[in-house]
C-alpha cells in the first residue's frame, strides 16, 4: 500500500514537471516569434518607467512635510494632515467647489461632438459638409491664449460685439470678464467651441463604418430618417461613445490649467479658480510642495475610482468596457 502511494506521488510530480516544461518552452517560443515586437517596445516601456512611474515616488512627500535642504526621504511624515487641510481650509474647500462644478458642466457637453456628428452625417452636400467641418475643426488648433485673447474681445464693455448688441437692444453694456456670474458660463462655452469640432472625428469615422445594409433594410420595414438614427445609427456607435466617455470620466478633476488660468482676474477668481490653478498659486508661488502634492494625489484618487466604477457600470449595463 506505501509503495502505491509513494509511486503515486512520483507520477504526479512527473505530470507537474512535463507540464512547466511545456509551459517554459511555449513561452520561449511566443518571445521568439515576437521577439521583434517585443525589442521595439523597449522603448515606450522604458519611457514610462522613467518618466510616468518613477516619478510616482515624489508623491510620497503628500504625506510628509517637505523640506527642500533635508529631501523627500529625510523630511518629517506628517500622516493625513495635508489632506486634513484640504478639506478643512476654506479655500480649499471653494476651490473643489469650482472644480466639481465645472467638471459636473464639462460631462453635461460631453454629447455635443456626438450631436453635431449625426447632423454633419445626415448632410447630403458633400462641399457645404467638408467646409462646415472645416470651420468646426479650426479652434481645436489655437492655443488657449489666442481663444482667451478672442473671448475677451468679444466681451469687452467698450468694444466688444455682444456688448454692442446688448447696447443696440436698449441695454446696458456688461462687464462678463468682471463678473463672478459669467466666469463659469464663459469657461464651459470656450471649451465646447474648441473642443466639439476635433470631437467629431472620431464618431464621423464610426459612422463611416456602418454597414450601409442596415440603412437599406430599415427603409424597406418603412423607418423614416430619424428612425434609422435611432434604431441603426445610435446603437452603431455606442460602443464609441461608451470608450470616450470613460476616458474622459478618469479625468473627471483634472480640468487643465491653461484652459482657465488665462480667464482669470481678481474680479472673477472667486468662482473661477480650480484645483490646477490653486496648485499653481499655493504649491509653486508660495513654495507648499506637500499641500499641493497632497492635492494631486487627491485628483488622480479621484479619477482612478470613478473610472473602475464607470468601467463596471458600463460593463454592466452596455456590454462596454475599457478591460
Do not use: C
Amino acid at each position: 500500500m506505501k509503495s502505491t502511494v509513494v509511486q503515486q506521488n512520483l507520477s504526479t510530480e512527473q505530470n507537474i514537471t512535463i507540464k512547466e516544461k511545456s509551459r517554459i518552452r511555449q513561452t520561449l517560443s511566443i518571445l521568439n516569434k515576437y521577439k521583434t515586437l517585443y525589442f521595439i517596445s523597449i522603448p515606450g516601456i522604458l519611457y514610462f518607467l522613467i518618466f510616468k512611474y518613477v516619478p510616482l515616488m515624489g508623491s510620497v512627500i503628500a504625506f510628509k512635510d517637505y523640506n527642500i535642504f533635508a529631501g523627500i526621504w529625510d523630511s518629517a511624515w506628517v500622516g493625513l494632515k495635508h489632506f486634513q487641510t484640504l478639506f478643512e481650509n476654506p479655500d480649499s474647500i471653494r476651490v473643489l467647489k469650482n472644480t466639481l462644478l465645472l467638471s459636473f458642466y464639462d460631462i453635461l457637453i460631453f454629447p455635443a461632438p456626438l450631436i453635431l456628428a449625426l447632423l454633419l452625417n445626415e448632410l447630403r452636400l458633400v462641399l457645404y459638409k467638408r467646409f462646415i467641418q472645416t470651420i468646426v475643426y479650426m479652434p481645436h488648433f489655437l492655443s488657449w491664449v489666442i481663444i482667451s485673447g478672442l473671448f475677451i474681445g468679444i466681451l469687452s464693455p467698450t468694444t466688444g460685439i455682444v456688448n454692442k448688441f446688448i447696447e443696440w437692444l436698449g441695454h446696458e453694456s456688461i462687464y462678463f470678464m468682471g463678473s463672478e456670474d459669467f466666469i463659469r458660463p464663459i469657461l464651459v462655452l470656450t471649451y465646447l467651441w474648441q473642443s466639439v469640432g476635433w470631437g467629431t472625428i472620431i464618431y464621423l469615422a464610426a459612422l463611416a463604418g456602418v454597414n450601409p445594409e442596415l440603412y437599406e433594410a430599415a427603409k424597406v420595414d418603412g423607418a423614416n430618417r430619424l428612425q434609422q438614427i435611432l434604431n441603426v445609427t445610435l446603437p452603431a456607435i455606442l460602443p464609441t461613445f461608451s470608450i470616450l466617455f470613460l476616458l474622459h470620466i478618469g479625468h473627471f478633476l483634472d480640468f487643465g490649467f491653461e484652459r482657465v488660468y488665462v480667464f482669470l482676474n481678481p474680479l472673477n477668481q472667486a468662482n473661477g479658480d480650480i484645483l490646477d490653478t490653486y496648485i499653481y498659486e499655493v504649491g509653486l508661488r508660495n513654495a507648499q510642495y506637500s499641500f499641493t502634492t497632497a492635492i494631486g494625489l487627491f485628483k488622480s484618487v479621484v479619477g482612478l475610482v470613478l473610472l473602475v466604477l464607470a468601467n463596471f457600470v458600463s460593463k454592466r449595463v452596455s456590454g462596454n468596457s475599457l478591460y
